[in-house]
């Protein structure tokens, strides 16, 4: 019954990525919050490189190094100097408070378990007892941009869904072909300065980061 | 011989291609108004060849093509019979006319400059032949699409003025309903195998639920296209707002493309028809037949006036076609094919005489401005020739021999009168009186066109401006001249036409027509019936009966003659306003038929010392049906509006809980 070794750190690996998760769905803190993105894309590239060297596929150490470079530094980065120039440090009160959102965070990595179970049967990979955790990252983090109110925790959000994704064709496939996953790395760089400049605009026109001021762009009935 | 020339659908598809070359050169030089009246006349030409072509290959097999073009697995398929020659020949002889008009019509003005017209109406020309040609559901919806939007642009070529655009809306509402339904009919019709070719369709042999919902989907799409009641009222909106030779092409042409769908879909698709479905297509083309004809009686606006009485063709058209079917379902194959080719004959008539009329309306149109019938009149001494080759088609459209519209109508009528024979109970006493429906419709046609005609060319001019009208110019009386040739020609020579059609319904598996063969100029329908035609003796009596009538009045009459103003009566001062008027003439009917019409009267009082009598005659089926129907929309899209929160965690919150529930789904 016991695993091998380099399984058994994996899948501890992946808990631990589920756990950041729900770490991002609680925390306030705007700094500690990207340092929680930052720390679960560090998660993620040992993940991807202990997958390669186990598996022995080559494309497997670029996306790591891609992962360290994109997902650990340079996005991290961005975000912190973002926070400094914006002067954003605390979310304002949630949606929900904590108690409630980790409840119904419970009931959705339920769901996700019960959902990645037959997709489990029919991948053929090691690690597929991790897909139902890549699927509760995706939607955890789906959940923490409904929860939040500033736009740089909706980014920081979007960001950890992709990772969950990330997570997810790794351990169902070993990854997806390398000309697909730089163009999703690509994608997320572009997302994030297109959003910076969004940021800036935003804050421009309301004072205020507060997504609540773009409710008075509804229309009138 | 047959080796050298290319295949006839080779040269139909020349054809086509030849008038999208065209409307691009147009393009090139949007403001280049000569360069566009000799594009529109070389389109003439390749209209003209199109026809004889089409003409030529009615007796030639079916041919099938799979073009190099269409999306990646999903090429276009073209497929050329009788039944498609038969709508082609419609389309090249119709625009060969109509072109011709249009070379000589089209001005200098407000709206979409020329080189824009040009692209526009002939890529609504080409697409009217690919509708006909497609030979699987994605080329024939694309086809249909191009001609909805190519004819919507041209509908409101006068953009700037707001009731323009707002009839084109109605048309493009009504159009995009119709394509949805059609889109709907092809996906029940594949059966299964999910090929959208129509061979694949032919195969499927549907059982009879799906194939009568498919058919009645097609009904509604198609009727939308062809105005059947009550998906009619873009057509008064449509005709008025376009330019006339638009028009022309709309009511002659376009809505065959209409009738064509729907026989393509009934006897080609679904082989084997179910007789009760030529009973709703029969009952609800009747209706339209007499609702438009009691419309149109009553419009003193001309175009609107011709709009509804294309309505009451289109009727006259599905009654034929209802007729085709329920013979055919209960196992009367003379009178399908009687019944069917009377309505391929009809849509032939329609195509040449209601263009005819169409175009002279324009002329009257550019000479004076004027639409409305009570600022007309008195026009045939100012442009004799508009006025006597629009007499052509007013009398071909009352059904008068020996012009066409009596062969076809008289085809249908005799095809109607024998239904008392249908082996079903109810059915075969019903029908008959639909024979005295259609007889009324085709009674009140006459009376409307002698409105149309005696108000707008006979009397006195009713105001002072028209004395400064001008005749069509040259390339106009070409046009008009061979629209009306075609009525003449069509209604003297029927046994050739005939013969003609009669290849068509075998091809779709109708028996062959009993036609006395040897009889050139007999028409025998029906062998062994009483009933039989000949043109050309009736024209020839009523040709000899007129010399003889001005002969015995020259030779016997006094020859004294008076000169007095007309309809003088012994009263010196008489002017204009003493004629009967538009509204006048209606009268009758609108009294007659109360409960159709939703009235507005302007009634002067007797001290009024300039009085003028205005009403406004509307469609209740506007009050009944699509103003209920609007606000049903309009409560729906406001509580759809509750979902638009203005809160982005309101928006992720959809998004996610959609997520869920797929996945749910999935699980």
């Avoid at chain 1, 769905?25 to 679960?40: H, M, Y």
């Avoid at chain 1, 590239?45 to 992962?67: D, E, K």
């Avoid at chain 1, 991948?123 to 990252?137: H, K, L, P």
């Avoid at chain 2, 629009?390 to 009168?417: D, K, M, R, Y």
Wanted: charge should be neutral; aromatic fraction near 12%.
């Amino acid at each position: 019954m016991s695993l091998p070794l380099d399984l058994q750190i994996l899948n501890s690996l992946a808990a631990l990525l589920l756990l950041v998760s729900f770490a991002m769905l609680s925390q306030r803190r705007i700094v500690t919050l990207v340092n929680l993105l930052a720390f679960q894309g560090a998660l993620l590239c040992a993940a991807t490189l202990l997958l390669a060297w186990r598996t022995g596929a080559n494309h497997l150490y670029v996306s790591a190094g891609l992962t360290l470079a994109l997902k650990v530094i340079v996005l991290p980065w961005l975000l912190h100097r973002l926070i400094r120039r914006l002067d954003v440090y605390w979310d304002t009160e949630p949606l929900l408070n904590v108690a409630g959102t980790m409840l119904i965070g419970l009931l959705i990595v339920v769901f996700s378990f019960g959902l990645a179970q037959p997709i489990s049967e029919l991948a053929s990979t090691a690690t597929r007892s991790s897909i139902g955790i890549a699927v509760a990252v995706v939607l955890l983090a789906f959940f923490t941009m409904i929860t939040r109110r500033k736009a740089t925790s909706q980014v920081v959000g979007f960001l950890s869904m992709e990772n969950g994704l990330f997570f997810g064709a790794m351990s169902a496939t070993y990854g997806m072909p390398m000309i697909v996953e730089f163009g999703v790395a690509l994608d997320v760089l572009v997302a994030m300065l297109v959003l910076g400049v969004f940021f800036f605009q935003i804050r421009e026109q309301f004072d205020s980061l507060d997504l609540q001021h773009l409710e008075a762009l509804k229309e009138d009935r | 011989m047959t080796d050298v020339l290319p295949s006839p659908l080779s040269l139909c598809l020349a054809v086509l291609l030849a008038w999208l070359t065209i409307g691009v050169v147009g393009i090139s030089r949007p403001n280049n108004l000569r360069l566009t009246r000799q594009l529109f006349a070389i389109g003439a030409a390749c209209g003209a060849a199109l026809a004889v072509i089409a003409a030529l290959s009615l007796t030639t097999p079916t041919e099938q093509y799979v073009l190099a073009l269409g999306l990646p697995d999903l090429p276009f398929h073209v497929r050329r019979d009788a039944l498609s020659s038969v709508f082609l020949f419609l389309l090249g002889a119709a625009s060969a006319g109509i072109s011709t008009f249009a070379a000589g019509y089209f001005r200098e003005g407000q709206g979409t400059p020329p080189g824009l017209l040009c692209l526009e109406y002939h890529a609504f020309l080409a697409s009217m032949g690919f509708v006909v040609l497609a030979d699987d559901a994605y080329m024939f919806m694309v086809a249909w699409e191009a001609m909805a939007l190519s004819s919507y642009f041209l509908v409101t070529t006068q953009h700037r003025i707001p009731e323009i655009r707002s009839a084109g809306f109605i048309y493009l509402l009504i159009a995009h309903l119709g394509a949805i339904a059609i889109l709907l009919s092809f996906g029940l019709l594949q059966g299964g195998s999910w090929q959208f070719t129509f061979d694949a369709m032919r195969e499927a042999r549907l059982d009879p639920i799906p194939a009568s919902f498919a058919f009645l989907l097609a009904l509604i799409g198609f009727g939308a296209k062809a105005g059947l009641v009550p998906l009619h009222v873009w057509l008064p909106e449509a005709h008025p707002a376009a330019p006339s030779p638009v028009s022309a092409l709309m009511s002659g042409v376009m809505l065959k493309t209409a009738l064509y769908g729907i026989t393509r879909v009934a006897f080609d698709l679904l082989a084997e028809p179910i007789w009760w479905w030529g009973l709703v297509a029969l009952g609800i083309g009747l209706f339209t037949a007499v609702f438009g004809v009691i419309f149109a009686a009553v419009q003193s606006d001309m175009k609107r006036l011709l709009a509804y009485s294309s309505i009451e063709n289109v009727g006259i058209l599905f009654t034929g076609f209802g007729l085709a079917i329920i013979f055919k379902g209960v196992g009367m194959p003379a009178l399908a094919a009687i019944a069917f080719a009377a309505m391929l004959y009809h849509a032939t008539n329609h195509a040449f005489m209601k263009s005819l009329l169409f175009l002279g309306t324009g002329a009257v149109l550019h000479a004076t401005g004027e639409r409305n019938l009570g600022r007309l009149g008195g026009l045939i001494h100012r442009m004799p020739w508009v006025a006597w080759l629009t007499l052509v088609g007013a009398l071909a459209i009352a059904s008068l021999p020996p012009l066409n519209g009596f062969v076809s109508e008289w085809l249908l009528l005799q095809s109607l009168l024998f239904s008392y024979e249908v082996p079903r109970p109810f059915v075969h006493m019903l029908l008959p009186l639909g024979a005295a429906l259609l007889a009324l419709a085709a009674a009140l046609a006459a009376y409307v066109m002698v409105k149309f005609y005696g108000v707008i060319f006979l009397g006195q001019p009713r105001e002072s401006t028209l004395h400064r009208a001008h005749d069509a110019g040259w390339l106009e009386r070409i046009g008009l001249i061979w629209l009306a040739l075609g009525c003449v020609m069509f209604g003297l020579f029927p046994t050739f036409v005939l013969g003609c059609l009669s290849n068509v319904g075998e091809q779709l598996g109708f028996s062959g027509l009993e036609l006395e063969t040897g009889s050139w100029w007999l028409l025998v329908p029906l062998a062994d019936r009483e009933a039989s035609y000949a043109p050309l003796i009736f024209l020839g009596t009523a040709t000899l009966l007129v010399i003889l009538t001005i002969y015995g009045v020259r030779r016997f009459y006094h020859q004294r003659v008076r000169l007095g103003p007309a309809w003088g009566c012994g009263f010196g001062e008489f002017s204009a306003r003493m004629q009967d008027t538009a509204e006048g003439f209606g009268q009758p009917i609108r009294h007659l038929f109360k409960p159709f019409f939703d009235m507005k009267r302007d009634l002067p009082t007797p001290f009024d010392t300039e009085p003028r009598y205005r009403v406004v005659v509307g469609d209740r089926l506007w009050q009944l049906l699509y103003v209920p129907l609007g606000r049903l929309v309009q409560l729906a899209a406001n509580s759809v509006a509750w979902l638009q929160q203005g809160r982005i965690a309101s928006y992720l919150l959809y998004s996610f809980v959609t997520l869920i529930a797929l996945l749910a789904l999935m699980l």
